[in-house]
C-alpha cells in the first residue's frame, strides 16, 4: 500500500484543545483511525500563530504548540512518533506507526529574531510558512493587496537564507507574489506550496499562477494541494465572495476573544465551519476537482513537484464525500482513472517531498 505524506494540516488545534486522536474527536478531520485508513504514513502537524498575536507573544506561542506535539508524540508512541529527518520516513514507511513533522504556518511567529529559526530547528520544525493573511514587517502576503517594501526586504531575505543554511524548508503559501518572486531569486534550496493550488482553475489569490508553478519546478520544489472547495472550484469560490464575505472576519475576532482559551476556540470554529456550510449548501464541489489541479499542473511540469497538502482541520468545509483523512486511497484510484501510473502516484503520494526534505536537509 502506498503510504501517504500529507504536508499540512492544523490538528495541532484538537491537540490543544484536549482531544485524543486515537479516541473521538468532535468534528476532527485527522484521527488515528481516519489516518490508518487512509494509509497516510506521515502527517504535518502546522503549528499555527495568529498575527493578532501580540508579538511579544509570538514565539511563545509557537513553541508551546510545539512542545505539545512533542508531549502528545511521547504520550502515544504505541500510534505515533515524532520525526525530522527525511530518512526516517524513508526507514519507517513500512511499520504501522503515523509519522509527524512539525511546520510553523506564520513567519510572524519569529518575532523578527533570526537566532528564534535556530531555536525552531532545534524543536524539529521541518518547514515555515512564510506569511499568513496579513503582511509581516519583512514579507508580504497574499491576504492583502498592498505589498509595502515589495515583496521581501533585506531581512526577509537573510531569513530565507537562514533556512536555506539550517534546512528548514521555505514555504511560499499565502505570500503576495512579489514576495514570491523575491524568494525565488533568494533561495538556493527547494521551495514548497505547502498547500496551494493552480489559479488556472480557480481563479484566487491564494493559489499559483502557471508561471509561479513553471518557478517551483525549475528551483526542484513542490506543491501540496488544498483540499478547500474556495481554493478548487470557481463556482464556490464566488460563492464565498457572494454569500461569506461577511462571515470571515469572524475569524480575527475568534482569534482575540479565545487566544488564552484553545477548547472556546475550536467550539467557535466548529459554528463558523457550521455557519458558512448552512450558507454555501447550494454549493456541490466533489473530489474530482483535487484531481483536476493535479492534472493541470501535471501538464504544466510533470508529475515530480506535486504532492498533498489537505489543510485539514484548517478548513470550515470539504468536498462532498471528503471527512478526513480516510479519502486517499478514493483519490488514488480516481488518479488512475485518469491515467496516472503508480510510478507517478507514488511520487505525488510521498516521493516528491521525501526528495524537497532530502535536498533541504542539514545534518
Same mark, same amino acid.
Given at each position: 500500500?502506498?503510504?501517504?505524506?500529507?504536508?499540512?494540516?492544523?490538528?495541532?488545534?484538537?491537540?490543544?484543545?484536549g482531544?485524543?486522536?486515537?479516541?473521538?474527536?468532535?468534528?476532527?478531520?485527522?484521527?488515528?483511525?481516519?489516518?490508518?485508513?487512509?494509509?497516510?504514513?506521515?502527517?504535518?502537524?502546522?503549528?499555527?500563530?495568529?498575527?493578532?498575536?501580540?508579538?511579544?507573544?509570538a514565539f511563545?506561542?509557537?513553541?508551546?504548540?510545539?512542545?505539545?506535539?512533542?508531549?502528545?508524540?511521547?504520550?502515544?508512541?504505541?500510534?505515533?512518533?515524532?520525526?525530522?529527518?527525511?530518512?526516517?520516513?524513508?526507514?519507517?514507511?513500512t511499520?504501522?506507526?503515523?509519522?509527524?513533522?512539525?511546520?510553523?504556518?506564520?513567519?510572524?511567529?519569529?518575532?523578527?529574531?533570526?537566532?528564534?529559526?535556530?531555536?525552531?530547528?532545534?524543536?524539529?520544525?521541518?518547514?515555515?510558512?512564510?506569511?499568513?493573511?496579513?503582511?509581516?514587517?519583512?514579507?508580504?502576503?497574499?491576504?492583502?493587496?498592498?505589498?509595502?517594501?515589495?515583496?521581501?526586504?533585506?531581512? #526577509?531575505?537573510?531569513?530565507?537564507?537562514?533556512?536555506?543554511?539550517? #534546512?528548514?524548508?521555505?514555504?511560499?503559501?499565502?505570500?503576495?507574489?512579489?514576495?514570491?518572486?523575491?524568494?525565488?531569486?533568494?533561495?538556493?534550496?527547494?521551495?514548497?506550496?505547502?498547500?496551494?493550488?493552480?489559479?488556472?482553475?480557480?481563479?484566487?489569490?491564494?493559489?499559483?499562477s502557471?508561471?509561479?508553478?513553471?518557478?517551483?519546478?525549475?528551483? #526542484?520544489?513542490?506543491?501540496?494541494?488544498?483540499?478547500?472547495?474556495?481554493?478548487?472550484?470557481?463556482?464556490?469560490?464566488?460563492?464565498?465572495?457572494?454569500?461569506?464575505?461577511?462571515?470571515?472576519?469572524?475569524?480575527?475576532?475568534?482569534?482575540?476573544?479565545?487566544?488564552?482559551?484553545?477548547?472556546?476556540?475550536?467550539?467557535?470554529l466548529?459554528?463558523?465551519?457550521?455557519?458558512?456550510?448552512?450558507?454555501?449548501?447550494?454549493?456541490a464541489?466533489?473530489?474530482?476537482?483535487?484531481?483536476?489541479?493535479?492534472?493541470?499542473?501535471?501538464?504544466?511540469?510533470?508529475?515530480?513537484?506535486?504532492?498533498?497538502?489537505?489543510?485539514?482541520?484548517?478548513?470550515?468545509?470539504?468536498?462532498?464525500?471528503?471527512?478526513?483523512?480516510?479519502?486517499?486511497?478514493?483519490?488514488?484510484?480516481?488518479?488512475?482513472?485518469?491515467?496516472?501510473?503508480?510510478?507517478?502516484?507514488?511520487?505525488?503520494?510521498?516521493?516528491?517531498?521525501?526528495?524537497?526534505?532530502?535536498?533541504?536537509?542539514?545534518?
Amino acid at each position: 500500500m502506498i503510504k501517504i505524506i500529507d504536508l499540512h494540516c492544523d490538528t495541532v488545534g484538537q491537540l490543544q484543545a484536549g482531544h485524543d486522536l486515537a479516541g473521538s474527536v468532535p468534528a476532527g478531520h485527522v484521527t488515528l483511525d481516519r489516518l490508518q485508513r487512509g494509509g497516510v504514513g506521515t502527517q504535518v502537524f502546522a503549528c499555527f500563530v495568529s498575527s493578532e498575536v501580540p508579538q511579544i507573544d509570538a514565539f511563545r506561542r509557537a513553541v508551546e504548540m510545539i512542545e505539545n506535539i512533542h508531549t502528545y508524540c511521547e504520550d502515544t508512541s504505541q500510534h505515533f512518533r515524532l520525526i525530522d529527518k527525511p530518512s526516517e520516513i524513508d526507514r519507517h514507511e513500512t511499520d504501522q506507526k503515523i509519522n509527524i513533522l512539525i511546520a510553523v504556518e506564520n513567519g510572524y511567529a519569529l518575532g523578527n529574531n533570526l537566532k528564534n529559526l535556530e531555536r525552531l530547528k532545534e524543536k524539529k520544525v521541518c518547514y515555515i510558512t512564510l506569511t499568513h493573511s496579513k503582511h509581516l514587517s519583512w514579507a508580504a502576503s497574499s491576504g492583502e493587496s498592498h505589498a509595502p517594501g515589495n515583496g521581501l526586504n533585506k531581512f #526577509g531575505k537573510k531569513v530565507i537564507n537562514a533556512m536555506n543554511e539550517l #534546512g528548514i524548508i521555505v514555504d511560499i503559501s499565502h505570500v503576495h507574489e512579489s514576495t514570491f518572486w523575491d524568494v525565488m531569486k533568494t533561495t538556493k534550496r527547494p521551495v514548497i506550496a505547502s498547500h496551494s493550488n493552480a489559479r488556472a482553475v480557480c481563479n484566487t489569490v491564494r493559489n499559483l499562477s502557471n508561471d509561479q508553478i513553471k518557478a517551483i519546478a525549475r528551483n #526542484g520544489g513542490m506543491i501540496g494541494i488544498n483540499f478547500f472547495p474556495g481554493f478548487l472550484d470557481p463556482t464556490y469560490a464566488l460563492g464565498l465572495k457572494t454569500h461569506c464575505s461577511d462571515l470571515f472576519a469572524e475569524l480575527d475576532r475568534i482569534e482575540k476573544t479565545y487566544m488564552e482559551d484553545p477548547a472556546g476556540k475550536s467550539r467557535a470554529l466548529q459554528m463558523f465551519a457550521q455557519e458558512l456550510q448552512k450558507r454555501m449548501q447550494e454549493y456541490a464541489v466533489y473530489p474530482d476537482r483535487i484531481i483536476d489541479h493535479i492534472c493541470h499542473i501535471a501538464g504544466l511540469v510533470g508529475t515530480g513537484h506535486i504532492g498533498f497538502g489537505s489543510d485539514f482541520d484548517g478548513v470550515p468545509a470539504l468536498p462532498t464525500g471528503i471527512y478526513g483523512s480516510d479519502i486517499y486511497p478514493a483519490l488514488l484510484d480516481g488518479m488512475r482513472v485518469r491515467n496516472f501510473s503508480n510510478e507517478d502516484i507514488e511520487k505525488i503520494a510521498a516521493g516528491n517531498f521525501i526528495r524537497v526534505m532530502k535536498e533541504n536537509y542539514s545534518d
